[in-house]
């Protein structure tokens, strides 16, 4: 009778289980663990150590039974993170949805029309945007 043999990860080794970078809030239990670390800890999923991650979970869940909101939420696939696209116009380099990265080539594109019209066209549309104002 064959027997097969399973290979389990250390509990150890970063990047396993739940509490990996891939968490929501990794970065917040990374910067817990940088304010209060003078030796390297035992850090879980190569993050932070336990009690950091504690913090930064107790702390989140506080948060939403404090102001009423729920603790699983739902992607909305139509959600445009105005910021994040602000941030992405101005250069910085962001993780971003198809829809974001459509609005920021939009938004582009925009920059380019404006920049690539005639002083004179850009001037007058500006005076009668004045006039406009001014009735």
Same mark, same amino acid.
């Given at each position: ?11 150890? =080794?970063?990047?396993?289980?739940? %509490?990996? #970078?891939? !968490?929501? /809030?990794?970065?917040?239990? +990374?910067? $817990?663990?940088?304010? !209060?670390?003078?030796? %390297?800890?035992? *850090?879980?999923?190569? &993050?932070?150590?336990?009690?950091? #991650?504690?913090?930064? /979970? ?6 939403a039974a404090e102001h009423? /909101?729920? %603790?699983? /939420? ?13 941030? +992405?116009?101005?250069?910085?380099? *962001? =993780? %971003?949805? =198809?829809? =974001? ?6 938004? *582009?594109?925009?920059?380019r029309d404006r920049r $690539?019209?005639?002083?004179?066209? &850009? ?5 009668? +945007? ?6």
């Open positions: 009778m064959p027997v097969q043999a399973i290979a389990s990860a250390a509990a150890d =080794e970063p990047g396993t289980g739940p %509490l990996s #970078w891939a !968490h929501p /809030l990794a970065a917040v239990a +990374a910067r $817990n663990c940088q304010k !209060h670390s003078t030796t %390297l800890p035992q *850090l879980i999923g190569g &993050v932070a150590c336990s009690p950091c #991650w504690d913090d930064a /979970l107790v702390a989140d869940y506080l948060f009423g /909101l729920p %603790l699983a /939420l739902e992607v909305d696939p139509s959600y445009v993170d105005t910021v994040a696209v602000d941030r +992405a116009v101005r250069g910085e380099a *962001l =993780e %971003l949805t =198809e829809l =974001e990265r459509a609005e920021v080539r939009r938004r *582009l594109g925009q920059i $690539n019209r005639s002083y004179q066209y &850009v001037c007058s549309r500006a005076a009668a +945007a004045r006039r406009e104002v001014g009735r």
